[in-house]
């Protein structure tokens, strides 16, 4: 059987920015084929499929389209589902057209899944709309690099600057003097403005503006390289009023993300959205602990527990794995009462289909001590599934109450080895404004990752989830700079805004 060729456009470098058919289609991939340009999470929406990489590498062999092309072909005539990943929209300087040509000449099928062009978005990210009525009426995309092979320019510099209002160069940067000479020799004016965007929808999104004139020279302040859209016109002084990025709250700021990798996602898009760039440096990680015997002997008495409480996501994420390898699912918990200490917790618990019974108020231990005298658990068996390392005050506070405490490590946490030296050098570069700090161990293990080097953390503000984790900081020297009064992760983001407010203010 042969297989088939989806040529599909990524979107401009945001990952949400794929279409639903783009998504589909990488989803049910058997090969994914990529270069440079395509979001990296996009990838993992492929988790099964095999990756062949055909960009530039340093110091590598790069491969040439022809090669790409055998590429193409070879995998479809194994019979396989090949997604050729392509940055923006295939049809627009993506080569995809080749691609097509090569693989209909192989007469293996393919269809083409159009994306959102670097071209626009790159200019709608920085505020400019291509046409805007009575400001530009048409608009060009233009290769800013031109095959040197080519005799002369195939580029119709005079009908382009004089016959289309808007013009968007695409692989410009390396050229910009060139594109500028052959703009003004046209007859566009001096004072024509001009934007550079660098990385457009993503967070290293850049923009460098100015005019024919002083463009060039901004740019190279700025250092300003590829990849970036140019946009030359008029429509560029919508800007003022357009320009939506960089008035989100936390416009600019670059903030430490400091969870375990899988949960730092929530955070990292929280942030996002709010105009900050995450820069996800995990701490620790989860793992599963070495010996499960005493957890799968309190798995397997489930039922006869009064109340099981979870005091993480990880603890219901660990257990359900657990019991999903025991061949059992959540009707295990019979009639014991289930307890979630916040919003997440309770969230893992509702995707496996168990409505928390209770959640306390405040999303801390003493809140769920002080709750339970409420509940009155004297004499009644209370399961505890926690991590490794938790504190014991909350079993102490549950036995005082004459509760018959059970409590198990469902899960390991370890310090995450990888990415020190990177935190290290984006600190030295104060390239981090914001730390971040959702739990005890998270701040232990960043400051036991930075070491001798901790000092770096001084011109940095922290952000703490709660006044737990606070303590913790505060214990080994660190100044906190705002501390959550809700202490969840939309409760940590809307404390950074008022605090970013507040620090524009000052
Ligand atoms: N098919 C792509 C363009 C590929 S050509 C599309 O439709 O967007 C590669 C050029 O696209 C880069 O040199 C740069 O000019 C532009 N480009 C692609 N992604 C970009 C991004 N996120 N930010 C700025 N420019 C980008």
């Known amino acids: 059987m042969l297989g088939r060729v989806y040529l599909v456009g990524a979107g401009p470098g945001d990952p949400k920015l794929i279409t639903l058919r783009g998504l589909e289609c990488l989803e049910r991939a058997e090969v994914v084929v990529y270069d440079r340009l395509a979001a990296p999470e996009l990838l993992d929406r492929a988790p099964a499929a095999e990756r062949i990489f055909v960009g530039k590498r340093p110091g590598r062999h790069t491969m040439t389209q022809d090669e790409i092309n055998a590429v193409l072909v070879e995998q479809a005539r194994a019979g396989r589902r090949v997604v050729r990943l392509k940055g923006g929209d295939p049809f627009v300087f993506g080569r995809g057209g080749d691609e097509g040509i090569a693989l209909d000449a192989a007469g293996v099928s393919f269809e083409v899944v159009p994306g959102v062009t670097s071209a626009i978005a790159g200019p709608s990210f920085a505020g400019i709309p291509v046409t805007h009525r009575g400001v530009a009426s048409s608009f060009a995309v233009v290769t800013g690099h031109e095959d040197p092979t080519k005799d002369g320019s195939q580029i119709r510099w005079d009908a382009l600057a004089r016959g289309v209002d808007t013009l968007v ?7 910009l003097g060139e594109i500028i000479a052959n703009l003004r020799r046209a007859g566009r004016p001096a004072e024509e403005p001009v934007a550079a965007i660098r990385w457009a929808t993503t967070p290293e999104q850049q923009v460098v503006v100015g005019t024919l004139v002083d463009i060039e020279e901004r740019v190279q302040e700025m250092g300003l390289r590829a990849p970036a859209v140019l946009v030359v016109g008029p429509v560029v002084g919508l800007r003022a009023c357009l320009d939506w990025r960089s008035r989100l709250p936390l416009a600019g700021l670059r903030v430490l993300v400091t969870r375990a990798r899988h949960q730092a996602s929530q955070l990292s898009s929280r942030l996002i959205e709010l105009g900050a760039t995450p820069i996800e440096y995990p701490t620790i990680e989860i793992h599963a602990v070495d010996d499960p015997s005493v957890f799968d002997a309190a798995l397997a008495r489930i039922a006869c527990f009064g109340w099981v409480v979870f005091t993480s996501a990880n603890g219901v994420e660990a257990v359900f794995e657990r019991l999903a390898l025991a061949g059992r699912d959540a009707r295990v918990f019979g009639r014991s009462k289930v307890c979630a200490i916040g919003p997440s917790t309770a969230d893992a618990l509702r995707k496996r289909g ?8 405040e999303f801390l231990t003493d809140a769920i001590v002080a709750g339970f005298r409420q509940l009155d658990v004297r004499g009644v068996e209370v399961l505890l599934a926690r991590a490794d390392i938790a504190p014991p005050a909350l079993a102490a506070g549950l036995r005082e109450q004459g509760a018959v405490v059970t409590e198990v490590a469902a899960y390991r946490t370890a310090p995450a080895e990888e990415s020190r030296g990177r935190l290290v050098t984006l600190l030295e570069q104060c390239r981090i404004d914001v730390v971040t700090l959702t739990s005890s161990s998270t701040v232990r293990n960043l400051i036991d990752g930075l070491g001798d080097r901790r000092k770096l953390l001084d011109g940095v503000a922290l952000a703490c989830i709660g006044p737990v984790t606070a ?26 805004t008022a605090w970013a407010s507040r620090e524009v203010q000052r």
């Not at 160069?169 to 050229?175: K, T």
């Not at 168990?354 to 108020?361: E, H, V």
């Open 169 to 175: 160069f695409l692989m410009g940067v390396e050229h």
């Open 354 to 361: 168990i409505i928390a019974d209770w959640m306390p108020q």
């Open 471 to 496: 303590a913790t900081a505060r214990e080994l020297g660190l100044g906190v700079d705002l501390v959550a009064d809700e202490h969840t992760i939309d409760g940590l983001a809307r404390a950074l």
